[in-house]
């Protein structure tokens, strides 16, 4: 019998083999899909969220837990499909116009996928237009923008007084080195958070 709780440490450790393992073998038994993500994957994640924040973890270990991640869910999501288990909300992510920093809002990104949100990542130096395009198409609930650069942070604020005017009913979210709290409370936003597993909670009390 397939051990999630085993499937959630592999996740923890960044192990590869033994959760892409797992998570056949569960599925192969008859496991809920639904089960092995929240009860395997997604516990695994929390954990990876929770250590990170308190700096327990660090970049790479965040990363090579989600690259196990991202191979169980290459196995799990025609399951996941098939079986009409919707994700928690469409994300819609991106770095602002004139910025080319990604590695934040990867991480960003990979916390939001492991949380069990279907995320659209547009990549950087993304215009107001281009955010207001995927956020329409994929009917988004969430626009997350990342800036690194006190020179593109403004673009911020574009991108949320054109998805005033064009009267899209999406929640916005903010986060990149330079941006504060009290930049988010300035500029309109819905939220701000300063690391990768905080935007999770953010996205969750959002939605
Ligand atoms: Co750039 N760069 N860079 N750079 N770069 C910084 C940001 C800088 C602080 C370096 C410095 O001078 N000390 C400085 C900005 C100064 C400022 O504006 N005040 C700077 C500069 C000036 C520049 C260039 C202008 C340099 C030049 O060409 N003269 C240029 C600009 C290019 C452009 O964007 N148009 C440039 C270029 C680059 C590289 C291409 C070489 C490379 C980027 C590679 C890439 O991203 N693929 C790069 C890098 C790597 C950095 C540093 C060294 C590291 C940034 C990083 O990835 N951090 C950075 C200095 C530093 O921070 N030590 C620097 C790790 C990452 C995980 O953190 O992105 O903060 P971060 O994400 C965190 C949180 O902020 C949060 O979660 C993440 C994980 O916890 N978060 C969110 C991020 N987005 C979020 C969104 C959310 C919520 C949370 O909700 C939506």
């Given at each position: 019998?397939a051990d999630?709780?085993a499937?959630?440490?592999?996740i923890i450790?960044?192990?590869q083999?033994?959760?892409?393992?797992i998570?056949t073998?569960?599925?192969?038994?008859g496991?809920?899909?639904?089960?092995?993500l929240?009860?395997?994957?997604v516990?695994g994640?929390?954990?990876?969220?929770a250590r990170?924040?308190?700096?327990?973890i660090?970049?790479p270990?965040?990363l090579?837990?989600?690259?196990?991640?991202?191979s169980?869910?290459?196995?799990?999501?025609?399951?996941l499909?098939?079986?009409?288990i919707?994700?928690k909300a469409?994300?819609?992510?991106g770095t602002?116009?004139g910025d080319?920093?990604?590695?934040g809002?990867?991480?960003?990104?990979m916390?939001?996928?492991g949380?069990?949100?279907?995320?659209i990542?547009?990549?950087?130096?993304?215009t107001?237009?281009?955010?207001i395009?995927?956020?329409?198409?994929?009917?988004a609930?969430i626009?997350?923008?990342?800036a690194?650069?006190?020179?593109?942070?403004p673009?911020?604020?574009?991108?949320?007084?054109?998805?005033k005017?064009?009267?899209l009913?999406?929640?916005t979210?903010?986060g990149?080195?330079p941006?504060t709290?009290g930049?988010?409370?300035?500029?309109?936003?819905?939220?701000y958070?300063s690391?990768?597993a905080?935007?999770?909670?953010?996205a969750?009390?959002?939605?």
């Open positions: 019998m999630l709780n499937l959630a440490e592999a450790k960044g192990d083999n033994t959760a892409v393992s998570t073998q569960a599925l192969d038994e496991t809920a899909p639904e089960d092995v929240n009860n395997g994957l516990a994640m929390d954990v990876v969220g990170f924040k308190k700096n327990e660090y970049i270990e965040v090579i837990a989600a690259r196990a991640m991202k169980s869910m290459e196995i799990l999501e025609p399951k499909a098939e079986a009409g919707e994700p469409n994300v819609v992510i602002v116009q080319l920093h990604d590695i809002k990867n991480l960003v990104a916390m939001l996928k949380s069990g949100y279907n995320v990542d547009i990549g950087v130096d993304c107001a237009e281009k955010f395009q995927a956020a329409q198409e994929k009917n609930k626009v997350c923008m990342s690194l650069l006190t020179t593109t942070m673009a911020m604020e574009k991108v949320i007084q054109a998805i005017e064009a009267g009913a999406v929640k979210m903010i990149g080195a941006v709290q930049y988010a409370d300035k500029i309109g936003a819905d939220g958070s690391d990768a905080s935007a999770v909670d953010l969750n009390s959002l939605i």
